[in-house]
DNA sequence: TACATGATGCCCT
DNA sequence: GGGCATCATGTAG
């Protein structure tokens, strides 16, 4: 009973959670896997979701771009953690961003959450990012872009980062709702200095919440 | 203890 | 299309 237990729990968000198997594999198989997957938290009075739709995968090794690139510190530890936990990093002094640890405990690895595609409590998440819903014209600004993503869905580093993704009891999760993603494009990174021409971004083909310039 | 730097977004042209 | 705000973190001294 407590297996169909926890199977109805993670179903209950309309999907099935992501178990920890799935970020235990290199982070660009996971990249591109990732791509329709449902971003969900669960607030107290309210549901948020969005489809996501743009990651960058980050390898750690071979790969300067990437936080793990100098080796393990205090901020960075999730990253060679056990797959499946959240790594959140402020940057710029304004903005949160949203990473997800890959491969096993002991090696360096993540992806990056870059933009998604709103589902769920639209309302809310406008809140968070301090606009109306009413006047938006688009809802792009919602979530388009890793900043705006975490800040619409309330991630910071004191209250997120190190939580498990593959718990279904957790206020935050990823989850599987059977949708197929049309086309996956592969493109390079944005948005870094180093290692820029590596090809690791991941986004949907054609998907209006794609962030930055449009790509192939 | 000080300094350089960055996986960005906003606002202005 | 380009400049700027803003600060935690890491490294050097």
Known sequence: MAAA??????????????PREFYDRDPRRVSRELLGKVLVRR?????LAARIVEVEAYLGKNDPA??????????NAVLFGPPGFAYVYFIYGNH?????????????????FRAAEPLFGLAEMARARG????????????????GRLAEAFGITR???NGKDLTDPDSDLSIVDDGYKVPRVLTTMRIGITKAVELPLR???????????????
């Not at 607030?43 to 549901?47: I, R, V």
């Not at 990437?66 to 901020?75: C, E, K, Q, V, Y």
């Open 5 to 18: 237990g926890a199977r109805t729990r993670a179903k209950s968000a309309a999907g099935v959670t992501l």
């Open 43 to 47: 607030e107290a009075k309210a549901l």
């Open 66 to 75: 990437a936080h793990s690139f100098a080796g393990r510190t205090a901020r």
């Open 96 to 112: 949160y961003c949203l990473n997800v640890s890959c491969l096993p405990d002991g090696v360096a690895g993540g992806v990056l």
């Open 131 to 146: 606009v109306f819903l009413n006047g938006l014209h688009d809802l792009r600004p919602l979530t388009s872009g890793p």
């Open 158 to 160: 004191e209250r997120d």
């Open 202 to 216: 991941y986004v949907i083909a054609g998907n209006r919440f794609v962030s930055g310039p449009r790509a192939g």
